[in-house]
C-alpha cells in the first residue's frame, strides 16, 4: 500500500502563489502515475495534473500555463507549483497515486485546503 502526506496549503490573495507537497511511503519511481486532484465545497473531485514515473506530465485546461506538476525522487515526493492563483481555485487539494495493476488501484492523501481570497 502507498501512503500519501499532502502539505503547504493556506490562505493566500488571488494573484499569489503557494505550492503544495506530497509525500509518498514509496519510492516515486515505482509509481505507474500520480496527480493532484481537488474537490471545493458541493462540486465534484476534479483532475488538476498528473505525472508519470517517466516524468510525463498533463494538466486541465483551467490550470495549464499558471501550475506546474514536478517529481523529486531523491525526496519520495510530488510537488504543485501553483502561481497567478484565482478564488476559483479554492478548494481541498488532495495528492493521488495509482498503481500499473488491471483494475489499477488509487491511493488518496488527506488533503490540504488552499484558500484564495482577499
Known amino acids: 500500500q502507498v501512503q500519501l502526506v499532502e502539505s503547504g496549503g493556506g490562505l493566500v490573495q488571488p494573484g499569489g502563489s503557494l505550492r503544495l507537497s506530497c509525500a509518498a511511503s514509496?519510492?516515486?519511481?515505482?509509481?505507474?502515475?500520480m496527480g493532484w486532484y481537488r474537490q471545493a465545497p458541493g462540486k465534484r473531485r476534479e483532475l488538476v495534473a498528473t505525472?508519470?514515473?517517466?516524468?510525463?506530465?498533463n494538466y486541465a485546461d483551467l490550470v495549464k500555463g499558471r501550475f506546474t506538476i514536478s517529481r523529486d525522487n531523491a525526496k519520495n515526493t510530488m510537488y504543485l507549483q501553483m502561481n497567478s492563483l484565482k478564488p476559483e481555485d479554492t478548494a481541498v487539494y488532495y495528492c493521488?497515486?495509482?498503481?500499473?495493476?488491471?483494475?489499477?488501484?488509487?491511493?488518496w492523501g488527506q488533503g490540504t485546503q488552499v484558500t484564495v481570497s482577499s
Open positions: 493521488n497515486s495509482r498503481d500499473s495493476r488491471s483494475p489499477p488501484r488509487d491511493y
Open positions: 514509496v519510492s516515486v519511481v515505482s509509481i505507474y502515475v
Open positions: 505525472i508519470t514515473s517517466g516524468g510525463t506530465t
